[in-house]
């Protein structure tokens, strides 16, 4: 099965340092996600990207965040200067196929799960 | 505010009960779907219903839509101790270009004893 490849799995920062998370989507899919995930606020949208442009960034904090999609393989979020608030599971998703309901279909990848000390 | 709320949020019962675990929003939907996620990994999407009123089934899973596309449920019959996981409603909107977007709820955290 096609999967979507995030690295790291684990990182483990301190505050203040720049934290590069990446993004292989599923070839072929047009959509891509950023989402954050914490026990207090579930899973929260980050950004999107539908055929590498950015469509919505409204759920990132601008001023350390950014999220980028230099080719068709690879996205990537950038936390700098990070802080202990930003720990969390960090999720990628990629899809915006139509699945056989008619919906559109999306996979998610492992995760990135972000420990800031 | 929450655009999907999921109830409820845990839900402990043993092996062999039914369970239903219900999404609901104020908005609607064009089309929502359902995740179970296992711990340390992404989501898994289960199921897309799309038509006000659907009702799918997925094994001992089923699955149905609202008529006015606000909300759904999720029903399982005689639960086993696999089942156990995090259950997610998520839903696209359509909304110019936002119809891809998808808002998830919290979740109903399933444990199922054996």
């Known amino acids: 099965d096609a999967r979507v490849t995030q690295t790291p799995r684990h990182k483990v920062t301190e505050m203040g340092q720049e934290v590069t998370m990446r993004c292989q989507p599923i070839?072929?899919?047009?959509?891509v996600f950023w989402y954050r995930q914490t026990m207090m606020q579930g899973l929260e949208l980050l950004a999107y990207?539908?055929?590498?442009?950015?469509?919505?960034d409204s759920g990132m904090p601008k001023d350390r965040f950014s999220a980028e999609m230099p080719d068709a393989t690879l996205a990537t979020l950038k936390i700098q200067p990070s802080e202990p608030r930003d720990s969390a599971v960090y999720f990628c998703?990629?899809?915006?196929?139509?699945?056989?309901?008619?919906?559109?279909?999306?996979?998610f990848g492992s995760g990135t799960r972000l420990t800031v000390v | 505010t929450q655009l999907l709320e999921q109830s409820p949020q845990f839900l402990s019962i043993q092996e062999g009960e039914n369970l239903t675990v219900y999404c609901n929003s104020s908005?609607?939907?064009?089309?929502l779907q359902w995740y179970r996620q296992e711990p340390g990994e992404g989501p898994v999407l289960l199921v897309t219903?799309?038509?006000?009123?659907e009702v799918k089934k997925l094994k001992r899973l089923t699955f149905q839509f609202g008529d006015a596309r606000k909300d759904s449920s999720l029903h399982i019959t005689a639960a086993q101790p696999g089942d156990t996981g995090l259950y997610l409603c998520?839903?696209?909107?359509?909304?110019?270009?936002?119809?891809?977007?998808?808002?998830f709820g919290k979740g109903t955290l399933l444990t199922v004893n054996p």
């Open positions: 070839l072929g899919h047009n959509t």
């Open positions: 998520a839903g696209t909107r359509n909304s110019g270009g936002s119809n891809y977007k998808l808002t």
């Open positions: 990207f539908r055929n590498r442009a950015p469509l919505d």
């Open positions: 908005s609607v939907f064009s089309s």
């Open positions: 219903v799309v038509t006000g009123g």
């Open positions: 998703a990629s899809g915006g196929y139509r699945d056989r309901e008619g919906g559109y279909g999306y996979t």
